[in-house]
Nanobody
């Protein structure tokens, strides 16, 4: 089992920035690629960003490319999502997830989510 706990969500004005963190515990952190997903009210959960076990490879949804940056600190068992130039449409619950295969977008473990609200 892997336990994931997100933090860093909140209310921010459009154009602002937030950094989300996700602390992992349980199994060896470097065994997993890490993802961020989000779910807006009334919409399906969608992929946001992914990072491989070492941090050398990343990729992003087109909607956040150039504005969001995913990173990880394996010494701290933590993955981050730096969100800049936030838009109202970025409002959602953001979920951290862990999966054994980078790029599969089918996580094995999920966090509980953290709310991000962007006001106009």
């Amino acid at each position: 089992q892997v336990q994931l706990v997100e933090s860093g969500g909140g209310l921010v004005q459009a154009g602002g920035s937030l950094r989300l963190s996700c602390a992992a515990s349980g199994r060896t952190f470097t065994n997993y690629a890490m993802d961020w997903f989000r779910q807006a009210p009334g919409k399906e959960r969608e992929f946001v960003a992914a990072i491989n076990w070492s941090g050398a490879r990343t990729y992003y949804a087109d909607s956040v490319k150039g504005r969001f940056t995913i990173s990880r600190d394996n010494a701290k068992n933590t993955v981050y999502l730096q969100m800049n130039s936030l838009k109202v449409e970025d409002t959602a619950v953001y979920y951290c997830a862990a999966e054994t295969v980078y790029g599969r977008r089918s996580p094995d473990y999920w966090g509980q989510g953290t709310q991000v609200t962007v006001s106009s």
